[in-house]
């Protein structure tokens, strides 16, 4: 069965990165997209980025680039979410989500992986 | 970016009971080319991660039961739980993925009254 497991809680200082990793199983990782969401305590669902596992490329929400790092381990069906320059802001439980590729037909995100809670204080 | 926005924010519904939210979108997520509306609704649980119910704006994933059924086109959509029963308390969101970013409504909270 498809699985997205995601890395344990992390607690950070202000100024500081993390990475989070989101593990594959349960179908073939090259044909999904694979997305990042956050959301803060209490709040919506907010969108940061996406990485094509096939070859790779990136693309970033504007409020998050130069801050955030998509990348990918095909070798262990792993995406990892790295971000930088950590404030109280960032504090939120952040998910992959996985997308279907097909050729210039967006998809909807069709499975989630259980969330990474991230905090950030001193 | 396309800006989705949810009402009402909460509802409290009966058990056994219509449920109705709706979504609008800044702009038309149709894509005329296949008719094809880019509208995707999904449920988060207390504690779980978001699941998704509908996309295309009206078709049900699978396994997900008849009572929730999705309708509209362009930029109105409707979310509707035909029967309320109590594993459907949750917190409802529209997303589009029409175009990136991908952008979700602010949610609605459905409870029981």
């Known amino acids: 069965q498809v699985q997205l497991v995601q890395s344990g809680a992390e607690v950070k200082n202000p100024g500081a990165s993390v990475k989070v990793s989101c593990k594959a199983s349960?179908?073939?990782?090259?044909?999904?997209?694979m997305h990042w969401v956050r959301q803060a305590p209490g709040q919506g669902l907010e969108w940061m980025g996406i990485i094509n596992p096939s070859g790779g490329s990136t693309n970033y929400a504007q409020k998050f680039r130069g801050r955030v790092t998509v990348t990918r381990d095909t070798s262990t069906s792993t995406v990892y979410m790295e971000l930088s320059r950590l404030t109280s802001d960032d504090t939120a439980v952040y998910y992959c989500a996985r997308e279907l590729v097909v050729v210039a037909v967006n998809r909807p995100f069709d499975y989630w992986g259980q969330g990474t809670l991230v905090t950030v204080s001193s | 970016d396309i800006v989705m926005t949810q009402s009402p924010d909460s509802l409290a519904v009966s058990l056994g009971e219509r449920a109705t939210i709706n979504c609008k979108s800044s702009q038309s997520v149709l894509d005329s080319s296949n008719s094809k509306n880019f509208l995707a609704w999904h449920q988060q649980k207390p504690g779980q991660p978001p699941k998704l119910l509908i996309y295309?704006?009206?078709t049900r994933e699978s396994g997900v039961p008849d009572r929730f059924s999705g309708s509209g086109s362009g930029t109105d959509f409707t979310l509707t739980i035909s029967s309320l029963q109590a594993e459907d308390v949750a917190v409802y969101f529209c997303?589009?993925?029409?175009?990136?970013?991908?952008?979700f409504g602010q949610g609605t909270k459905v409870e029981i009254k």
């Open positions: 349960g179908y073939t990782f090259i044909s999904y997209y």
């Open positions: 295309w704006a009206s």
């Open positions: 997303q589009q993925y029409f175009t990136t970013p991908r952008t």
